[in-house]
């Protein structure tokens, strides 16, 4: 019994040594076994250029550090704390012994565990054209609205992603020492990108433009040969950097006021001269205006119960005579004057890139105009008529360009390398809507306006312009006064015409007071920068 009983106390000795054995071997083994741990420190989209090749976003950068808790890491980077507060959060993440990325200065910083990388802010604190570019999601990662949705993939796929990687033992310890692997993915330097129609600087001057002189509205700013947009501009406007607390505001600041329909008024009455010289009555066709005219037991009164006296086309569109456009409407048939207005770019949806539509806005049918009151309201631009102010343009650039009328285009092209076009959206040939004399006559009228009538205040320094107000009466009542909104569109110079503008201020009232020094502003910020390329022997 003693020899069995010791026997199988050896074969139990046996197995335990050999269980140490074991685990022993597989430790060591084990500890030579190598991981990673990776850190993303850095990603970036493609970029978004101005017609010039002149960045939108990206513009301003600062500097990242990608730290591993070393003993130099901490005593460089201790120091660097300016308060407290950051100094007893980088205690703690120094503690949790784990890599972890920081905002430095610059990149000065020499020590081991401490790699600085440049990082490219996607928005500046001051964007320009917010409502054109859009914005990304929480974690920067995908488009939300405007170009970064449109070309989210494109945008996305011409990035740069960096992350560092750092060597860890099998049971996940940093083996410090050891060294760092930097990836990166994609271009060192991105400069692949969307290349938009907007021209940087004519959309500053617009911004600064309609800021100054109102808090709600939109300005337009078109090339009247190529329909490209050269200025898009929304207020109230939104923080891209921080969208959550502008989704609080009740002013509604993600409404493209640019691209939305609102009451035309007066404005209209520009497109009604057009079908009317077209139909073939003469700019000659008189009316006395005594402040107010009949239509189907309903008065429709001048602006303030002005009384014009006997007017012809030219004095009407000066003083914007309402009772003369409803008695020159009545001389053309109600579906010439809708086709007119049609063939001109209003009533009609517009999709400025993938995805991205503007409103249709809205021109009555022609059943809705057989009713007497109905047109009387549609020939000043009154009652169910919408158009936004892109639209607007589009109808002034087609007077402007000798009755040839353009498709709006927001996107120029694609870069690969932030200086020439890879790849450009087609431009579409201009249309003729209208006969030549017909677009001269009427432009002629749009220059009478701003030099002898209703738009002086937004004849420029210099160049001339032409166009025509508006105060639209929209019908709302808000602390019983109704909201009229106030319009200015036209072009500028007025011999040569380059550029369609129209201004839009929401609740404005007066076109004259207030739209059309917007307008005067806008197109010398414009000759400025003529006369600055013209010196430079641009």
């Known amino acids: 019994m003693l020899v069995v009983y010791s026997f199988i106390l050896l074969l139990f000795m046996s197995n335990i040594l050999r269980i140490y054995h074991i685990n022993i071997s597989g430790v060591a083994a084990a500890s030579d076994i190598k991981g990673s741990y990776n850190l993303d420190v850095v990603k970036t989209r493609g970029m978004i250029y101005d017609r010039n090749m002149t ?85 920067g990662l995908r488009g939300v609205a405007g170009i970064e949705k449109a070309y989210d993939e494109f945008l996305d796929k011409n990035g740069t992603e960096i992350k560092v990687k750092y060597q860890t033992d099998a049971v996940g ?124 037991g309903r008065m429709f009164n001048c602006n303030n119960n002005a009384v014009h006296g006997t007017v012809d086309m030219e004095q009407a569109l000066k003083v914007s005579c309402n009772t003369y456009f409803i008695t020159l409407a009545k001389e053309i048939p109600s579906e010439h004057l809708s086709l007119m207005a049609k063939n001109m770019g209003l009533g009609a949806f517009i999709e400025l890139a993938p995805g991205m539509f503007t409103q249709s806005g809205n021109i009555p049918d022609n059943t ?63 249309n003729r809507i209208m006969r030549e004399s017909t677009a001269q006559k009427t432009k002629s009228l749009m220059e009478l306006v701003v030099e002898e009538g209703s738009g002086k205040p937004a004849k420029p320094f210099y160049g001339g312009a032409g166009g025509k107000t508006s105060s639209a009466q929209t019908g709302q009542i808000v602390d019983e006064n109704e909201i009229v909104h106030a319009w200015f569109a036209g072009f500028y110079p007025a011999k040569s015409p380059r550029y369609s503008i129209t201004v839009f201020v929401e609740g404005g009232e007066s076109g004259e007071r207030v739209a059309a020094p917007i307008f005067r502003q806008i197109a010398d910020g414009i000759s400025n920068i003529a006369a600055e390329e013209s010196q430079a022997g641009k």
Do not use: W
């Not at 190529?226 to 609080?248: H, K, R, T, Y």
């Open 368 to 430: 809705e105009l057989a009713n007497e009151l109905a047109y009387a309201n549609f020939s000043f631009g009154q009652g169910s008529s919408l158009a936004s102010p892109l639209q607007i343009s589009q109808a002034v650039a087609a007077i402007a360009n000798s009755g040839m009328t353009v498709i709006p285009r927001l996107v120029k092209g694609f870069t690969l390398d932030g200086v020439e076009l890879a790849e450009q959206v087609p431009v579409y040939t201009p």
């Open 173 to 296: 310890h940093f083996m410090k020492g050891a060294y760092t692997d930097v990836e990166k993915l994609g271009a060192d330097d991105t400069k692949a990108g969307v290349v938009l129609t907007l021209d940087r600087e004519v959309q500053e001057i617009a911004e600064n433009a309609v800021k100054s002189g109102c808090d709600s509205g939109a300005v337009v700013v078109m090339d009247i040969f190529s329909g490209d947009i050269l200025a898009m501009v929304s207020i109230p406007d939104f923080d891209q950097n921080n969208i959550s607390a502008s989704f609080e505001r009740n002013d509604a600041p993600f409404i493209n006021r640019a691209a939305s329909g609102y009451n035309i008024g007066s404005v209209f009455k520009v497109i009604v001269s057009a079908a009317a010289l077209e139909y073939g009555v003469p700019e000659s066709f008189g009316h006395y205006c005594n402040g107010s005219i009949e239509i189907g």
């Open 55 to 139: 960045e939108l976003v990206g513009a301003d950068y600062a500097y990242v550090a990608a730290v591993m808790p070393t003993i130099q890491a901490a005593a460089a980077l201790m120091p660097l704390a300016e308060s407290e507060e950051e100094r007893q959060s980088l205690e703690a993440k120094l503690r949790e012994n784990m890599p972890f990325i920081m905002p430095v200065k610059n990149n000065n910083i020499y020590a081991y565990g401490v790699d600085i990388f440049k990082k490219s802010y996607r928005y500046t604190e001051k964007q320009i054209a917010p409502h054109v570019l859009g914005y990304l999601s929480g974690d």
